[in-house]
């Protein structure tokens, strides 16, 4: 998983999704005396039938077809059906397939049982392929058929979409899906839109739009992950796929902690928002580039034109040199853990390897560069090809820009 931004982070928090199931297993209309299809085989049909008027009602754009599949008398479950379909027809879902995989025999509870869907979908003029995972489905009986009670959770990946009524912005270039009120949504979506042209500033050829997805709290990131607990708490954002794909071609999306993000000022907010657009328009989460390249490359692009001091921008890793010295290599995988106390350190000592790269040569030459290595050509041999220099060589002048940054 590429793509963390932590730069001018301060804070975090916890709510929890209205879609994701809650502690009793149901909603409050529900009978949880009322009997379910008595054998696992009845379930397994009943359920893979819902799941398939499921797909056709959203497919079809069709809230009451979709509110109809809740329980009789649910409002709660028929309103979290007809906000799917609201969210559907927002985004421009196309591909949308559920197709039965089994049962959670240890999920649910009285009246309830879970299945596991394999679900498919696309945001049309944004996504390059379908995303494709497994979604956990609460059911109950209402007769002799199942009737739906709430989407994901279950340690599966509960996708924003099909989880919360949502708030969408869209323009040729962004599209912002956000758990949140309109103005915050307005908010989000004017960091997007901003981010795009500071990228192609320098990557003047990316042509595909921007995905952010906002949940509601870190909670709800975690969720939209399935994540650990707390392993996002400490990030403004993180780069990654829907569904954890990392084959080549997969659409990345931008994936906010709304906690630290608002904690934010404008600045540092656009810039966390641009470092992402980075990732998303160099392919970052299907390559395999150095932590220090991928993530100092990507703040590189958000601070290009950012009119901040480096005694600002630079601010950690300054006084970690002047305590310490200079560190005897570049950041590697251990220093971007998301967990490190030096974190911030980490990313403003990448942005500075790659600052010294460009100003040791060009940079056109740093891109140049940056996509070789992502291309798959061994660093050892993209440096010396562009740049003229080895790594150790980089290393001296990067330790040389540290110092002088430290006195």
Known sequence: MAGLSLLLVLGVAAVSSWLVLRDDG?????????PRPTTQADRMDSSAELLGDLQQAVTDRDKQAAAALAADGDAAAADRLTAIVDNARALEVRDFTLRYVDEDEAAG????????????WQFAGFDATPTATEVSFTLTSDGDRAAFVSAGGHQRRSPLWLTNRLEVRRTASTLVLAAAPAEETDN????????????????????????????????????????????????????????GSTAPGTSAHVFVNPAVFGSLRAQGAQVVMS????????????????????????DYVALRDVRLPVSVTAAQI?????????????????????RTTHLGAAYEAAWLACVTLAEEGSEGQLVRFYRQVASGTALAEALPAVFGMTEQELTRAWQARLEDLAA
């Open 188 to 243: 989000y979506a004017r960091y997007a839109r901003a981010a795009v042209p500071v990228v192609r500033r320098v990557l003047t050829d990316w042509d595909s739009g921007l995905v952010v997805e906002v949940p509601a709290s870190v909670d709800g990131l975690h969720a939209a992950l399935n994540a650990t607990p707390e392993q996002y708490a400490a990030i403004a954002a993180v780069t990654t796929t829907p569904d």
């Open 318 to 338: 300054a006084r970690q040199v002047r305590e310490d010295g200079p560190p005897d290599h570049l950041p590697d995988q251990a220093e971007f853990d998301t």
């Open 26 to 34: 149901g909603s409050k209309d529900q009978d949880p005396g009322r």
């Open 109 to 120: 509870s009285e009246g309830t049982w879970v299945v596991a869907a394999e679900t498919t």
């Open 275 to 298: 470092h992402e657009a980075a990732h998303v328009a160099t392919d970052a989460v299907t390559t395999n580039v150095p932590l220090w390249l991928l993530e100092g490359f990507a």
